[in-house]
């Protein structure tokens, strides 16, 4: 004996009577399916938990969508006409049955009750339909259908669908069988379960089971487990508690069913985004256009060790084995630096790469590459991929390392572990492009919106932000909000006013009965389905030619509000004519995957629809919106103010095309800036760029938020002064070159002359030459060394090894004779970046600058002061956060930290900075040449991205004007690897030449390098080459201009950096003779 079938009915139409009187307010209250599930369980707790029970089965009858390992192959025709025949229907009550059709009918599932009511089936006592029944013959019709898994289609059975499905209808009531018709085709709609308080009321584990392990198979695995069998079901909530805290330490999920995915939140803004994180550290990673992916590898199965799930749960493997060779070598199966010893379950993103262009290449693409079950679906007029196109890998984390459940472990332990077990191999496996951001800085609500702005300019998909410090599953953790352990997605689309919107038709329409119940709110329900058409011949309407559409789309229910479906079937019925009969227009069907139209309107609808970005439809030739929504029907518009099939191919162009050069990506960034609430600050001179009064400018979507409910940015982006400045205005009008990377640096009217110094390149070396401390041996400094490691040498920046011990030994064994305060014993105290830089930032108002801090202090007296002290440092936003800066009792190191790039090189020239470089450089400061330090993770930073970013910002200060940047001044790059060292960033022994000489053979990157004096006595350069800054009238005229031309020179040169020793000896104080 099993679970009866009926009783299952009894809750689907307790829970479809609770829908129908749920429209008041004291039902709303009640939450009717709530009550009516309680009930239930209450009533049948005895059968549901009887031995003799199959749980699985009752599961899969009450949630037929989740067994998406089964697919049945019998949509609502093909069933309709199988129920025909094994009910043994005559013509009249055949024609009845199928009046599903019809609009305004009900159906199917209604249809079959109301013809089996005519003749009720008799059951006998002990024969009634039993839910293992039921789950038997579903198993048995899945496993004849290919689509099915591979696990289910072992058991493949040769009864036909016919004879299986005529021993359930002819033992079933009228309305158990409207219901077995349902689920046939996997929806109970419009009865939509309680699924989260249903499966605790199965057992109050099982939600938390099916997260962890998402098939009811190996859910309820893991509930015969022990411990956990010993559990009551229904605990009280004290006991649950205590009972959950147990089980979490007994549950490892098994590898080769697939692990469930975390709750997420949309994000509607960016301040909404802002507000949601509440001040947490998130992970902002990107959002890759591809498949996901769940990789599952069992190293104890010799032949098949890997196994790859789909997002809907489904294995497969079979069709992407054309990937299993990457994960082979990315994950370095069978080589002894295989860090897999067991099992490992990974996450990933499958994308297709181009290695002639080095990008990923679009998401239709991956239809060329992927089959479903061996077919490849919708590639009917795909061109053939080529040979340089192939599959590749995007890991973004990993859930379990061989007895490591990784699940319970903060996202950025997970991040460090996934870097060590995967290898990155180019065009084949990386990881996601990660940032990491610290909500609680006073400037993280402008960093993450700069950030989403080169996100949109860059045509990326968006972002999923991840708490850094928060686990996979919020299960592990007790006491949590609800925005605990969730993702959140940030994507244009989502926030109003930022999508792809475009004005189209609507055209016409037809009816599909499987929306009916879903559209019940609907008087009058005609239609579900309408068709999206544009104008092929737009321009010849005005001489009379009949109007050619051509359909593009098919939207239903999904892609647009109950009232916007319910204008469009109300004033529909003006318009329509059957499309037999119809004349009006021309039409042709943009693919044969189209459903088509059994109505058309004569005068065709005007909608504003919004979609996610553009694609290739699956069999279709063009571009059409993804995931298209309409906004808003215009019935004051006609067809001929709508977009040509032409003008929806040039708008997907432009809104797929990348900027070509960073002059068209400093356009779409003020522009997206603008429409993200950001563009105040790129539209401010320097002036105004403070003013905590001045607002952003206006979007669509929302109006701009009082200053004072929007974190207010403490500096300015280096963006900021882009739009304002002549120098940028002559760039943007200028047209880019076909090639963008043939046009030289120093190309553009009126722009500084970048020379790029070739003649030392930084070159790898096998061996470091720095056999010894940076901190070099001082013939009056008698501090013993340690041997310390190059960037190339120095082990990971995310290792979890110890620190390296301090390099500075006892100073008590120093000489007497060495001024200053002595060092500390032992190792350093590190400190995030985000510590030191959050000091500054809480003493200033909103938009000011920093205040200079005051700086006569910070002299010695005896002996120089360490350059690291005085001179400013920045750290680009790609590294922020990838290393820690030393801490020092210095309070002025505190403050020569700028946060923006634009604040950084505008200090340069402070009369702070000016005084502050005489106790360290003072032979730089007597001939007025200033110093800054850009400190940079090699890792995560693109150096001559970076570079190029300085370059910029020099030339647009210049245009400003003398006082916004140092007239002649040096920028030096180096790797964040020094840090490794252990160093105190106040010790005198920076002040030697010979320290930066070492540094500079093992951590200096290169130098950026100006003289904006002009003049014959001008600070130069070899090898520079001069353009002129405005066209010259005449030879004189060029001559002179070659003279004072200013120039900015990149060298590369590791020699550069040893400027900032100016000292032999530090007591007594012996100064480089020649400089």
């Given amino acids: ?71 049945y192959w019998l949509g609502a025709n093909l069933l309709s006409r199988v129920i025909g025949r094994c009910l043994g229907l005559g013509t009249s009550r055949l024609e009845e049955l199928n009046r599903w059709q019809s609009a305004g009918n009900a159906d199917l599932g209604k249809c079959v009750e109301i013809v089996m009511s005519q003749a009720e089936n008799y059951v006998s006592p002990g024969q009634e339909l039993l839910v293992e029944e039921i789950d038997r013959a579903m198993e048995a019709i899945a496993s004849r259908c290919r689509f099915s898994n591979p696990q289910v289609r072992r058991n493949r059975s040769a009864v036909d669908c016919d004879s299986i499905l005529s021993s359930l209808y002819r033992r079933s009531s009228s309305r158990d069988a409207k219901w077995l018709t349902r689920m046939i085709l996997k929806s109970y709609a419009p009865i939509v379960f309680p699924e989260k308080y249903t499966l605790k009321k199965f057992h109050f584990l099982l939600p938390h089971l099916f997260l962890l392990q998402n098939s009811f198979d190996g859910a309820l695995e893991m509930l015969a487990s022990e411990p956990i069998n010993h559990f009551p079901p229904n605990p009280d909530p004290q006991s649950a508690k205590s009972l959950s805290s147990i089980a979490m330490q007994h549950l490892r999920p098994r590898v080769g069913i697939k692990v469930g995915r975390p709750g997420y939140y949309k994000a509607r803004s960016i301040k909404h985004c802002h507000q949601m994180v509440n001040g947490r550290r998130m992970s902002i990673e990107r959002k890759y256009d591809g498949e996901y992916c769940q990789i599952h590898v069992d190293m104890s199965n010799k032949f098949a060790p890997i196994q790859i799930f789909s997002k809907s749960g489904k294995d497969s493997t079979a069709d992407r084995d054309k990937v299993l060779p990457v994960i082979e070598e990315a994950l370095g199966l069978g080589s002894s630096d295989c860090k897999i010893s067991g099992r490992c379950i990974l996450e990933g993103e499958l994308l297709v790469w181009n290695d002639e262009d080095a990008e990923i290449m679009d998401f239709n693409k991956l239809r060329r590459l992927l089959s479903r079950s061996g077919v490849l679906l919708g590639v009917e007029n795909d061109s053939p991929p080529q ?6 890998i995007m890991f973004f984390d990993i859930l379990i390392l061989d007895e490591d459940i990784c699940l319970s472990k903060p996202h950025r332990e997970r991040r460090l572990l996934l870097q060590k077990v995967v290898r990155r191999i180019p065009g084949r496996s990386d990881l996601a492009h990660q940032e990491v951001l610290d909500f609680s800085r006073d400037d993280s609500y402008h960093r993450l919106g700069r950030s989403f ?42 926030i109003p006013g930022l999508g792809d919107t475009v004005d189209l038709a609507i055209i016409g329409a037809n009816y599909n009965s499987r929306d009916v119940q879903s559209l019940s709110q609907i008087r009058k329900l005609k239609w579900t389905h309408f068709f999206v058409g544009c104008l092929l011949n737009k321009e010849e309407l005005q001489d009379g030619s009949l109007p050619h559409f051509r359909v593009v789309d098919v939207i239903g229910r999904h892609s647009m509000s109950l009232q916007n479906m319910q204008l469009l079937n109300q004033f529909g019925e003006f318009y329509e004519c059957s499309s037999d009969s119809f004349e009006g227009f021309a039409v042709e069907y943009g693919h044969n995957g189209l459903s088509k ?60 095309a990348l900027p070509l050069d960073e002059v068209e990506e400093l356009k779409h960034r003020v522009e997206w800036s603008k429409r993200l609430g950001l563009g105040s600050e790129l539209t401010q001179s320097t002036e105004t760029a403070s ?36 120098l940028m205005d002559c760039f943007l009008d200028e047209k880019p070159t076909k090639n963008p990377l043939s046009q ?22 096998e061996k470091s030459v720095c056999e010894s401390s940076v901190l070099v041996n001082n013939i009056n400094l008698a501090f013993n060394q340690n041997p310390t490691q190059s960037d190339e040498q120095r082990p990971s920046l995310h290792s979890d090894k110890p620190a390296p011990t301090n390099l500075l030994q006892d100073p008590a064994k120093a000489k007497s004779t060495v001024a200053g305060p002595p060092s500390p014993t032992g190792s350093t105290r590190l400190s995030p970046v985000r510590k030191i830089l959050s000091k500054d930032s809480q003493q200033r108002q909103p938009g000011s600058s920093r205040i200079e ?89 693109a150096l001559g991205e970076e570079m190029r970013r300085v370059v910029t910002v020099l030339s647009t200060l210049a245009h400003i004007g003398k006082d916004s940047v140092a007239l002649v001044g040096k920028i030096f790059f180096l790797g964040s690897g020094m840090l490794t060292l252990d160093i105190r960033p106040d010790d005198c022994r920076f002040c030697l030449r010979e320290t930066w000489e070492k540094i500079g053979s093992d951590h200096y990157y290169g130098c950026v390098r100006w003289d904006l004096r002009g003049g014959p006595g001008a600070y130069t350069a070899d090898k520079v080459k001069y353009t002129s800054i405005s066209k010259p009238t005449s030879a ?3 001559c002179s201009q070659a003279l004072t031309k200013p120039w900015v020179n990149i060298s590369f040169n590791d020699s550069e950096i040893a400027v900032l020793g100016e000292y032999t000896s530090i007591e007594p104080p012996t100064h480089v003779e020649d400089l």
């Fill in 1 to 71: 004996m099993g679970f009866k079938y009926a009783h299952l009915c009894d809750l689907l139409d307790n829970l479809d009577n609770g829908r129908a009187s749920s429209g008041s307010t004291a039902a709303l209250k009640a939450k009717p399916d709530i009550q009516a599930v309680a009930q239930w369980f209450t009533r049948h707790e005895r059968a549901v938990h009887d031995p003799k029970t199959d749980r699985v089965a009752l599961l899969s009858c009450m949630f037929p969508e989740k067994r998406t390992d089964r697919v």
């Fill in 387 to 392: 040979p340089f196109e192939h599959l590749m």
């Fill in 453 to 494: 702005e080169k996100a949109i300019t860059h045509r990326w998909e968006g972002y999923v932000l991840k708490a850094s410090d928060e686990p996979y599953f919020p299960i592990y953790s007790t006491g949590v909000d609800q925005m605990f352990g969730r993702w959140i997605k940030l994507k244009k689309d989502y």
């Fill in 597 to 656: 139209a059994t109505t058309w309107f004569k005068q065709p609808f005007v909608v504003e629809m919004l979609g996610s970005g553009f694609e290739k439809p699956p069999g279709g030739r063009y571009f059409s919106l993804r995931f298209p929504r309409i906004l808003k029907v215009h019935l004051d518009r006609t067809m001929e103010d709508t977009a040509s099939f032409r003008g929806l191919q040039i708008l997907a162009e432009d809104a797929r």
């Fill in 691 to 726: 003013d905590p009064e001045a607002t952003c400018s206006d979007t669509d979507s929302e109006p701009p938020s009082p200053v004072s409910q929007i974190p207010f940015a403490p500096t300015a982006s280096e963006d900021s002064y882009m739009e304002a400045c002549p």
């Fill in 744 to 765: 030289p640096l120093d190309s553009h009217p009126r722009a500084p002359s970048i020379y790029t110094d070739v003649d030392a390149l930084p070159i790898e070396p």
């Fill in 853 to 941: 801090s005051s700086l006569p202090s910070l002299k010695r007296k005896g002996s120089p002061q360490s350059p690291l002290t005085t001179i400013p440092l920045w750290t680009p936003e790609t590294s922020f956060g990838s290393f820690t800066l030393p801490e020092t009792d210095q309070t002025h190191y505190q403050d020569i930290n700028s946060n923006s790039l634009q604040e950084f090189v505008q200090r340069l020239s402070s009369n702070a900075t000016a005084f502050a470089l005489q106790q360290s450089n003072p032979h730089a400061a007597l001939q007025g040449t200033k110093y800054g330090i850009v400190l940079f993770d090699p890792k995560m930073t």
């Fill in 1036 to 1038: 004189a005229d060029q």
